[in-house]
């Protein structure tokens, strides 16, 4: 264990501790901080916290790339991985990089207690990011442009409350979702024994008399406190920021376009996600680009199956437990980043299957029967086909020699292996078949009237054959 001192100002002569594991951490991400500490050419830096705004990626970014913490306990976890600690004089925290998205999402509770306790909680932090992000914004994209979705009874119910309120959805949730967070921060600035008070009686008061005054409607006031009481559930301070600020883009995408705004945005947030570095280190690294490691992004593993350091580290030494993991030398002497899986890949396997189901015909085949919620059958595919695609990419990154029919040979066993890989050939041959039909009655229409049908599809099939 290291730690090397730095001055990082001219005139207060702040001292800055660079605390790392000789044998684990990567040079090239030593080298980085070292430079970027010896560019600070200021008169003082009071405290750690400004420390942080002048070494990060990005000043304007909402998006997090340092982890800041107070718990030695923490600290000394992610320096037994490869990681780097800074610690500076007068402050009780220390800073914590690189930094990804995964470790503003992950506690410490997380690993102290037991397996199913731990995942039990990150599930629940899960569901609270998503509530938070999206329920406000759901509410207005479905009545403003998909009722069509909802039941009848709940459609006329949520109608018969709004009948009296003179504010369109969009304004409704936007002024409530102001008031809850100028409440939260009235009760985070008076004094301790009457800030939570404040905060209840208040909340309590303004939404009744709102409802009463017949400015607000009585569900926006249970799906605002839902997204607010979601909130608290975010552990991380900048990811609960960084949360709580995107609801409001969210909102807005939903009250322009729906869902299909809503959708975009997300699909925006995850491609700007992607590009984010953190000294070096993707964002969202191990998930993508793919490392080999001990796979601790949504849910953590058995502490017996955290056999692996991050490989996005590049650290030195890369097994924690090589007698209980049972691993060979030669599967631990590099850990180098997947290049059959990597963030491109997943972007094109997205843009793949939005492209398929927008332009796949059902849709405008149903629309007919269900109208405005026919948005839903290309949305639904998505999401069926997003699922085996993960787990099958998963797959191939654990077993990367091979493709899936090796794939199924591994997990199935060779007779189980093979019978399903027929069987994987003939649905794929029956929808190959089916769907070409499709283009072969259109050639056929528009071009090759006399030609025979049977002609054109051997004619396509072959040419795919050839091709492929």
Same mark, same amino acid.
């Given at each position: 264990?290291?730690?090397?001192?730095?001055?990082?100002?001219?005139?207060?002569?702040?001292?800055?501790?660079?605390?790392?594991?000789?044998?684990?951490?990567?040079?090239?991400?030593?080298?980085?901080?070292?430079?970027?500490?010896?560019?600070?050419?200021?008169?003082?830096?009071?405290?750690?916290?400004?420390?942080?705004?002048?070494?990060?990626?990005?000043?304007?970014?909402?998006?997090?790339?340092? /982890?800041?913490?107070?718990?030695?306990? !923490?600290?000394?976890?992610? $320096?037994?991985?490869?990681?780097?600690? &800074? =610690? %500076? *004089?007068?402050?009780?925290?220390?800073?914590?990089?690189?930094?990804?998205?995964?470790?503003?999402?992950?506690?410490?509770?997380?690993?102290?207690?037991?397996?199913?306790?731990?995942?039990?909680?990150?599930?629940?932090?899960?569901?609270?990011?998503?509530?938070?992000?999206?329920?406000?914004?759901?509410?207005?994209?479905?009545?403003?442009?998909?009722?069509?979705?909802?039941?009848?009874?709940? /459609?006329?119910?949520?109608?018969?409350? !709004?009948?009296?309120?003179? $504010?369109?959805?969009?304004?409704?949730? &936007? =002024? %409530? *979702?102001?008031?809850?967070?100028?409440?939260?921060?009235?009760?985070?600035?008076?004094?301790?024994?009457?800030?939570?008070?404040?905060?209840?009686?208040?909340?309590?008061?303004?939404?009744?008399?709102?409802?009463?005054?017949?400015?607000?409607?009585?569900?926006?006031?249970?799906?605002?406190?839902?997204?607010?009481?979601?909130?608290?559930?975010?552990?991380?301070?900048?990811?609960?920021?960084?949360?709580?600020?995107?609801?409001?883009?969210?909102?807005?995408?939903?009250?322009?376009?729906?869902?299909?705004?809503?959708?975009?945005?997300?699909?925006?947030?995850?491609?700007?996600?992607?590009?984010?570095?953190?000294?070096?280190?993707?964002?969202?690294?191990?998930?993508?680009?793919?490392?080999?490691?001990?796979?601790?992004?949504?849910?953590?593993?058995?502490?017996?199956?955290?056999?692996?350091?991050?490989?996005?580290?590049?650290?030195?030494?890369?097994?924690?437990?090589?007698?209980?993991?049972?691993?060979?030398?030669?599967?631990?002497?590099?850990?180098?980043?997947?290049?059959?899986?990597?963030?491109?890949?997943?972007?094109?396997?997205?843009?793949?299957?939005?492209?398929?189901?927008?332009?796949?015909?059902?849709?405008?085949?149903?629309?007919?029967?269900?109208?405005?919620?026919?948005?839903?059958?290309?949305?639904?595919?998505?999401?069926?086909?997003?699922?085996?695609?993960?787990?099958?990419?998963?797959?191939?990154?654990?077993?990367?020699?091979?493709?899936?029919?090796?794939?199924?040979?591994?997990?199935?066993?060779?007779?189980?292996?093979?019978?399903?890989?027929?069987?994987?050939?003939?649905?794929?041959?029956?929808?190959?078949?089916?769907?070409?039909?499709?283009?072969?009655?259109?050639?056929?229409?528009?071009?090759?009237?006399?030609?025979?049908?049977?002609?054109?599809?051997?004619?396509?099939?072959?040419?795919?054959?050839?091709?492929?």
């Amino acid at each position: 264990m290291y730690a090397e001192s730095h001055v990082v100002s001219q005139r207060s002569l702040n001292e800055v501790l660079l605390i790392y594991n000789d044998d684990l951490v990567s040079k090239d991400t030593l080298e980085e901080i070292r430079n970027r500490l010896k560019k600070i050419n200021v008169d003082a830096v009071p405290n750690i916290s400004l420390l942080e705004q002048y070494i990060e990626e990005s000043n304007r970014s909402l998006f997090p790339t340092i /982890l800041y913490t107070e718990r030695p306990d !923490r600290a000394a976890a992610f $320096l037994e991985d490869g990681h780097i600690v &800074l =610690l %500076m *004089e007068n402050s009780p925290d220390c800073l914590i990089l690189p930094a990804t998205f995964w470790s503003f999402f992950h506690s410490s509770e997380d690993h102290f207690l037991r397996l199913p306790y731990g995942n039990f909680t990150r599930i629940l932090r899960v569901l609270a990011i998503f509530i938070t992000l999206f329920s406000s914004s759901i509410y207005i994209a479905i009545t403003n442009y998909h009722s069509g979705m909802l039941p009848p009874d709940l /459609l006329f119910a949520i109608a018969g409350a !709004r009948e009296k309120v003179p $504010l369109p959805a969009v304004f409704e949730i &936007l =002024l %409530m *979702e102001i008031a809850f967070e100028l409440i939260r921060e009235a009760g985070l600035r008076v004094p301790n024994p009457i800030g939570p008070t404040i905060g209840i009686v208040g909340a309590l008061i303004l939404g009744q008399a709102a409802v009463d005054a017949n400015i607000i409607s009585p569900i926006v006031i249970i799906v605002v406190a839902l997204s607010g009481l979601s909130s608290f559930a975010i552990n991380d301070l900048s990811l609960n920021f960084l949360v709580r600020m995107l609801k409001f883009m969210f909102i807005i995408s939903a009250g322009f376009f729906g869902i299909m705004g809503m959708a975009f945005s997300f699909t925006m947030g995850l491609c700007y996600m992607v590009t984010i570095k953190s000294f070096g280190v993707s964002y969202l690294a191990p998930m993508s680009p793919s490392y080999r490691s001990s796979d601790d992004t949504v849910l953590r593993k058995s502490l017996w199956n955290e056999r692996l350091r991050p490989g996005y580290l590049k650290t030195a030494d890369v097994v924690k437990k090589d007698k209980k993991s049972g691993m060979r030398k030669e599967d631990t002497m590099s850990m180098k980043v997947m290049d059959q899986i990597g963030q491109k890949e997943y972007f094109a396997i997205l843009l793949i299957i939005i492209g398929l189901k927008v332009t796949d015909m059902t849709p405008s085949l149903i629309y007919p029967d269900v109208l405005s919620s026919s948005w839903m059958v290309p949305a639904l595919s998505y999401l069926i086909l997003l699922i085996p695609i993960s787990f099958l990419c998963h797959l191939l990154v654990k077993l990367d020699k091979g493709g899936l029919y090796e794939v199924n040979g591994k997990v199935f066993g060779k007779a189980l292996g093979n019978l399903l890989n027929i069987i994987f050939l003939g649905i794929l041959f029956a929808a190959i078949v089916i769907e070409s039909r499709s283009y072969v009655d259109l050639i056929s229409t528009m071009y090759f009237e006399q030609s025979p049908v049977i002609f054109i599809l051997l004619f396509i099939h072959a040419c795919l054959f050839l091709w492929c």
